[in-house]
């Protein structure tokens, strides 16, 4: 069985259409999105749209959905003026929205598990195995054993995640851990568009990579400029980058 896997989408469109035309190329079993569809990003409701309507996809729920979805600026009290920011443009993030897509990205599972044979799994999930994003993650700087702290009761032979944007296949112990991350903009110098391909060769063999799409990103990191985002400058600069906005103080 073959999977393409691309997350962190973020509500930016033309990057979700590079990277789902090379998808197309694939030709894969089953594409899963990992997550944060929406937020840091202008046009919410057409990525939703985009996901609902993608024939043989499966969704995890990213954190930044469930911001919006569950009114995160209305329980929790900013610690920064860089969460501050992010809890507006959730409010009027949600304005965008309908119900019907607010009630779809709430029931969109923590996780997802494929059996590809018995005693072979697969987990798909967006921050870690136990936790959405929001505390922990599993950023390429942890090391090993801080690695498998995370994975505590996990026995899937490969496992995907995306939130840390920035693509990778690594090896823990005998598992493998994959990122997607990310569509909307990355984090790790390299700025064009991400996806990855997991496939179960048999016998307990898994193939994974991850591939970057060319992107002409001029034209949609002017969109995020002069859009109705406060400060929409950090994410165009995100965008034309492949570098999170404030280099000193990354999210994880």
């Not at 993650?137 to 994975?151: G, T």
């Amino acid at each position: 069985m073959k999977f393409a896997l691309y997350s962190d989408i973020h509500a930016q469109v033309p990057q979700l259409n590079a990277v789902q035309a090379a998808v197309d190329k694939e030709n894969v079993d089953k594409e899963i999105v990992v997550g944060d569809l929406i937020m840091l990003g202008p046009e919410p409701e057409k990525v939703v749209d985009n996901i609902r309507s993608r024939k043989n996809t499966d969704v995890v729920v990213g954190n930044l959905d469930l911001w919006v979805v569950n009114k995160r600026w209305e329980t929790h009290q900013p610690k920064s003026p860089h969460q501050a920011w992010m809890f507006e443009m959730a409010k009027q993030t949600r304005e965008r929205l309908s119900e019907e897509q607010l009630k779809w990205l709430k029931m969109l599972p923590f996780s997802l598990s494929y059996m590809a044979e018995p005693g072979h799994e697969f987990l798909i999930f967006h921050g870690t195995p136990h936790e959405i994003g929001d505390e922990s993650a599993l950023p390429l700087r942890l090391s090993e054993e801080k690695v498998k702290a995370h994975l505590t009761g996990v026995t899937a032979d490969i496992m995907a995640h995306g939130h840390i944007h920035g693509p990778s296949v690594r090896k823990i112990g005998e598992q493998t851990i994959v990122c997607a991350a990310a569509v909307g903009m990355s984090w790790d110098g390299d700025p064009r568009p991400s996806y990855a391909i997991v496939e179960y060769m048999g016998d307990g063999k898994w193939d994974a990579r991850v591939e970057r799409v060319e992107f002409d990103c001029e034209e949609q990191a002017s969109f995020n400029e002069n859009c109705w985002i406060e400060n929409g400058d950090r994410i165009a600069g995100m965008i034309r980058s492949g570098y999170f906005w404030n280099p000193d103080h990354m999210p994880h």
